[in-house]
């Protein structure tokens, strides 16, 4: 493959370090294009992520898979442009994923809300020391709710401690249904961060 004439002069020394890197396995151009692009990657993935030991899981991923296809590199953009694409789309796949998993974790806590209040109502079917440790849950998811913005607060209590519909709360606060599903979805979000620190005591 020839060098693309219109490509940088860092371009062009990217370019001679991928053919040396296919042509010949040479490790130290696999290690010079690590090391001019590792700290500038890093911190896209920072940007993207906001999560340092992410953005590092990343940051790795992306050279990995770079150097895994490193034969599908061709001169007609910069290796760096390349390699970011490579980087960025890695990192939305990641994000999805991440956002797909917290939408089902969050389904999980809107069950174990339901469940512990739908217990509550009916504790009187409970043994006594039954009765104590249900009590002693309430109490602590209470807490957690107390940590939580007032807006959040609020929902979060109509929706678990009143057992409102989300209709009934769209009515009562005068918010679109709509509003009320996706700032319900956050507070369930922001309840799942805190109760991971307190599932011990769960």
């Known amino acids: 493959m020839e060098v693309n004439e219109r490509l940088s002069e860092k371009g062009q020394r990217d370019f001679h370090l991928v053919q040396r890197a ?21 911190f896209l993935m920072m940007k993207m992520t906001n999560n340092a030991t992410d953005a590092e899981d990343l940051t790795i991923e992306a050279f990995g898979k770079a150097f895994k296809k490193l034969d599908q590199y061709t001169s007609d953009y910069a290796f760096s442009t390349w390699l970011f694409r490579i980087a960025a789309n890695n990192c939305i796949d990641f994000i999805r994923r991440k956002r797909k998993d917290a939408l089902n974790q969050s389904s999980d806590i809107d069950i174990d809300f339901s469940s512990n209040f739908a217990r509550k109502t009916a504790s009187t079917g409970l043994d006594p020391e039954e009765n104590i440790i249900n009590d002693q849950k309430i ?40 509003t009320v599903k996706a700032q319900l979805f956050r507070a369930r979000e922001l309840l799942y961060q805190i109760l991971k620190n307190s599932k011990e005591k769960l």
């Open 22 to 42: 296919l042509n010949e396995s040479d490790q130290k151009a696999y290690a010079e294009l690590l090391y001019y692009y590792r700290d500038s990657l890093y």
């Open 139 to 178: 109490r602590l998811m209470r807490s957690v709710v107390e940590k939580l913005k007032p807006h959040y607060r609020q929902l979060v209590e109509l929706r678990y401690f009143e057992e409102m519909s989300y209709d009934e709360i769209s009515v009562q606060l005068h918010l679109p249904l709509g």
